[in-house]
């Protein structure tokens, strides 16, 4: 093939990819008009119909960020890449392009004025965005440093020693190092919005876990509100009591003083996050002057007032002495010390519970989080190793307890007697009141000027209780909008620039003054840590989970985790629940639990991309590959059934009875053939989920496949040849009776035929269902619904005829649910038999599905019977015989006929119905005879019946007419008829005869029947192996 010549007239960089824009084409030679072709439905010759189209052009577009993203860039139309429909079409012809193909703008292809308009507003205003140090590592410190750091440090370190204590902090900051680098790899993982650790959890696990989390997460976080409010207050009526000011008493103090200071927390919130950064701000500063302040303090020498509590300055045997523990009390003892520390070190998700308000989550949260971790606990290593280098354990605190004083120097005890004081008696009578283990304001002691410690904690206890109010609304917010609990979506509606959830503001101070006036949170509290606990456990098992499925959406920009990390990390904070107290950790587990299985009920409509998914599909996949290593075996037999339904909502009775001896137990598979034209797969596209969620509703477990054909038989075959995975195939074709068939085309009877005999050689058992009402419910019928399956008043097959001589009508397809209806196959059944006729052994299929439908609540009132033929001499022989095997295969019928007359000539009358039947078929009659005959459609092809072929079918002819009338004669009243079905030799039994047959044996019967034939393998057994 000769390349295009490039001459003067074609210029290359005229046919430069251009990239679409909301339906427009931005090139440097304007707008393409290809574009213009799927947008305005005109022909692509405009500008260029005088130009020939050379080999150069092309509508692929260079990879741009727009193709990927889900959001607008304020001042441009928002790119979007050529679909594969519009690069390999024909743009010369004038039809319409697949429904499937979304375009930007609207129907007609042409900006609107309302467009326009939007382009000349004014950008919108930029909320306020925080970077990593002020949004994240700030907040965080502030979160982790608390109470604890000033009033339990250093009674930590005086009973469990400094070294102990070291293990304590560093095992603790351990635990929230690992939840950090978690947290890290998930917010690195993708964009992350607002929403924070519920939006972590819930994107990464799904759902159920992740909305369990995010409403006991942000009720928690409204309850620490509560809970540092009240230890602010605390702090400040003990400074009141001390200088003799008292409002009421000191229960109804905390109240006032904490209801004041939520109020104003409230009013600095709903101001903005602006404010609420800087007061944040301001609250870090107070912190690090306070730490300053005792650092001072600790190199000043000690005055003797000091010295008389306990403080010398840094001194080698005081760190010496306490270093090691000193347990002192019930609670002495290494867990008991590191069940009261460990809450100190968390608060490390303040940062990422405001992602939705950082410019670049995915970078501030992993640099702060971590940051914040490592700066907190050097902060607590100094404090620790400062202190109890600085200050005894016991000091009385008297300034007259000096060895000068002494009544007998030579029996004081302790590292103060070097230093010339002696607290012997104190220390041995328990009535020292100073020291670090009896002295909880000992940094207050330390500090060069003491307030700046009680201004520290100040700083603490209200940057703590503000930032736990900033989250809360947020995290609730974010569920709410996800719509996964009733009744919460009024408080997801945000105001501002900030999309600030001030309705959630409001509730959070709602619940948190609750908590106020209690003024008593020592029994709540312990259930709170649990349940920041419970969400660190979920956010390690979250990378762990992610990370083990192998998914290919797994791929976070933050490299330094280990999923063994993360699974040791959510192990160790399951562990410290039940250390720290187990009733409160078997509550927080409680509520997990029922928050997770009503989200389990509900199934949410949300689909997140779960690693939950991945999972599945993993185990679905590692299952499937497993069974190829197991033989299959006649005890583990199961109907694995597809079901020529079409579209499942328009042959329900179908589905349903299917579903009866599939559910739980084996594979369903609804299939349909689309052979409505040449855009036939836009019909598979937009109805492939609804037909899905159709089943789903109906609660029928079952999947659904959909296939494009030029012909039914074609697809069918496509269908039983490529459907299943491995061992989980079908086996078994179930269709319904072609009703109209005498009235149909000849050649949409023959292709239907020959589908059952496609079956046969493919080794498939066949099933096929009649009703006297009919199978299709749809009227009238779609225009995408496969007529092969048709079961309606009208001929099926017609259908299909008509279907090729008629222009598609596609577009008129509308994704409207259908209607759920009602069929006898979901009534609860009478007492009534389910007849079934076991003529011919097949393998005992015939026999295995009665018993698979009356293990089912709904047909367990049923008594099979089985009928077979046998002579009348030996009839009770022959009974007891079936009754044996019967016996053996277990299957609990103890109902057995013989039927002797079965071998007995039909009704003359019924052979004349018979013949009338297929009288339109016959090749060799007499023209008065030969009222439906045309050229085309009875006197030629394969579905006629010559003389020969007549004679040579005409015992099994009378054999299905003398059957009907046994049908008739013993099962007018049953539930459901089980028949053998006959089958129709190749080459030797036509298609309009064969489905004569068919016909005959199932006509006038008002119970449904189900014509089975197995594929002549045993599907039963009474051995063990």
Request: aromatic share 10%.
């Amino acid at each position: 093939m000769e390349l295009p010549v490039v001459n003067e007239g074609v210029r290359l960089n005229a046919f430069r990819p251009s990239v679409v824009s909301n339906g427009k084409a931005a090139s440097s030679s304007g707008e393409s008009e290809y574009y213009g072709y799927f947008g305005d439905r005109c022909s692509v010759a405009s500008s260029r119909a005088d130009s020939s189209i050379t080999g150069y052009e092309t509508l692929d577009a260079p990879p741009h960020y727009d193709f990927y993203a889900n959001t607008e860039v304020w001042g441009r139309r928002r790119k979007s890449r050529p679909s594969l429909y519009q690069l390999y079409a024909n743009p010369q012809e004038d039809f319409k392009p697949p429904v499937y193909e979304e375009s930007p703008v609207g129907h007609s292809g042409e900006t609107t004025d309302e467009d326009d308009e939007d382009e000349q507003k004014e950008p919108p205003a930029e909320p306020t965005r925080f970077g990593w140090v002020q949004g994240v590592l700030i907040r965080c410190m502030l979160n982790i440093w608390g109470v604890i750091l000033y009033l339990r440090l250093p009674w930590i370190t005086a009973q469990a020693g400094i070294g102990l204590t070291w293990v304590i902090i560093l095992l603790s900051s351990t635990i929230t190092g690992i939840t950090g680098l978690s947290t890290s790899a998930i917010a690195t993982n993708g964009k992350v919005k607002g929403g924070g650790t519920y939006f972590l959890i819930s994107r990464s696990l799904g759902p159920e876990l992740g909305g369990s989390i995010g409403l006991i997460f942000a009720f928690a976080n409204a309850v620490a509100v509560a809970m540092h409010t009240v230890g602010f207050a605390e702090t400040v009526t003990d400074l009141m009591r001390e200088h003799g000011a008292v409002m009421v008493d000191k229960t109804n103090d905390i109240r006032i003083i904490g209801i004041i200071t939520v109020t104003c927390l409230l009013g600095i919130s709903l101001a903005g996050m602006s404010w609420e950064s800087k007061a944040q701000v301001v609250f870090f500063f107070v912190i690090m002057v306070s730490f300053a302040s005792y650092i001072v303090g600790t190199i000043m020498p000690a005055s003797v007032e000091k010295q008389s509590k306990g403080f010398f300055s840094y001194r080698a045997d005081i760190f010496a002495q306490n270093f090691v523990p000193g347990w002192r009390g019930k609670e002495g003892n290494f867990f008991g010390m590191f069940s009261i520390f460990f809450p100190s070190a968390t608060g490390i998700l303040a940062g990422a519970n405001i992602s939705g308000d950082l410019k670049n989550p995915t970078v501030a949260i992993p640099k702060g989080t971590l940051l914040a971790i490592f700066f907190t606990t050097f902060s607590y290593l100094i404090i620790s190793a400062t202190i109890g280098a600085c200050v005894v354990r016991d000091a009385s605190g008297v300034l007259n307890d000096t060895l000068v004083n002494s009544s007998n120097p030579e029996s004081c005890v302790g590292t103060a007697c070097q230093y010339g004081w002696d607290f012997s008696e104190c220390t041995q009578n328990g009535t020292c009141t100073f020291g670090l283990i009896n002295y909880y304001q000992t940094m207050s002691l330390v500090s060069a000027f003491a307030p700046l410690i009680t201004a520290g904690i100040f700083g603490a206890t209200l940057s703590s209780a503000l930032a736990c109010l900033v989250s809360a609304p947020k995290v609730f917010q974010c569920l709410c909008k996800d719509k996964l609990y009733p009744f919460i979506g009024f408080f997801g509606k945000g105001y501002g620039k900030n999309d600030e959830p001030l309705r959630g503001y409001l509730l959070t101070y709602i619940i948190a003054s609750c908590f106020i006036l209690i003024a008593e949170l020592n029994t709540i509290a312990p259930i709170i840590s649990n349940f920041f606990l419970c969400s660190y456990t979920l956010i390690n098992f979250s990378c762990f989970h992610a990370s083990i499925t192998n998914s290919p959406g797994w791929r976070p920009s933050f490299r330094f985790y280990s999923k063994w990390l993360s699974l040791l990390g959510a192990v160790c904070c399951v562990a410290i629940m039940f250390l720290l107290t187990w009733w409160a950790a078997l509550i927080a587990f409680g509520v997990v639990f029922v928050l997770l299985g009503y989200t389990l009920y509900k199934k949410p409509a949300v689909n997140w991309g779960s690693s939950v998914q991945a999972s599945s599909y993993n185990l679905a996949l590692n299952q499937c590959v497993g069974l190829n290593q197991v033989e299959d075996h006649v005890k583990n037999y199961r109907p694995q059934c597809l079901v020529l339904t079409g579209p499942p909502s328009s042959r329900p009775a179908l589905v349903d009875l299917v579903s009866c001896f599939t559910k739980g137990l084996s594979l369903m598979m609804c299939a349909d053939v689309m052979t409505s034209g040449p855009s036939a797969s836009v019909v598979q596209k937009e109805n492939g989920e609804k037909h899905v969620s159709w089943l789903n509703e109906r609660k029928v477990k079952s999947f659904y496949r959909g296939v494009v054909s030029s012909d039914l038989r074609t697809g069918v075959n496509v269908l039983m040849q490529g459907a299943g995975l491995g061992r989980i195939k079908p086996n078994v074709l179930l269709l319904g009776f072609k009703k109209s068939w005498c009235s149909d085309s000849p050649q949409a009877l023959h292709e239907y035929i020959g589908i059952l005999h496609d079956a046969f050689e493919l080794q498939y058992g066949v099933c096929m269902l009649r009703m006297k009402e009919g199978l299709d419910v749809s009227h009238p019928p779609q225009s995408h619904v496969n007529p092969a399956f048709d079961e309606g008043p009208e001929s099926v097959c017609s259908t299909l005829s008509r279907a090729h001589l008629q222009p598609s009508t596609i577009t008129t397809i509308t994704s409207s649910p259908e209607p759920q209806t009602t069929t006898v196959f979901r009534k609860k059944q009478e007492k009534k038999t389910i007849d079934v006729y076991w003529l011919c052994d097949d393998g005992g299929l015939i026999l295995l599905l009665p018993y698979l439908l009356t293990r089912r609540n709904r047909w367990s009132r049923c008594k099979v019977r089985v009928f077979v033929s046998g002579r009348p001499d030996k009839k009770e022989e022959q009974k007891q015989e079936v009754l044996a095997l019967i016996k053996k295969f277990r299957l609990g019928f103890h109902d057995v006929e013989v039927l002797t007359d079965v071998y007995d000539n039909p009704q003359p009358h019924n052979v004349q119905l018979f013949e009338n039947m297929v009288a339109p078929y016959r090749k060799d009659q007499s023209p008065k005879q030969d009222l439906g005959c045309t050229p085309t459609k009875v006197c030629d092809g394969p579905w006629m019946i010559t003389e020969q072929d007549w004679e040579r079918n005409k015992a099994k002819t009378l054999r299905q007419i003398r059957l009907n009338e046994i049908l008739l004669d013993y099962s007018r009243e049953a539930a459901l008829i089980l028949v053998t079905m006959p089958v129709g030799r190749k080459g030797g039994c036509p298609s309009s005869l064969y489905m004569a047959w068919l016909d005959f044996i199932s006509r006038d019967l008002r119970p449904p029947v189900l014509l089975v034939r197995g594929n002549q393998e045993n599907v039963l057994t009474f051995y063990c192996q």
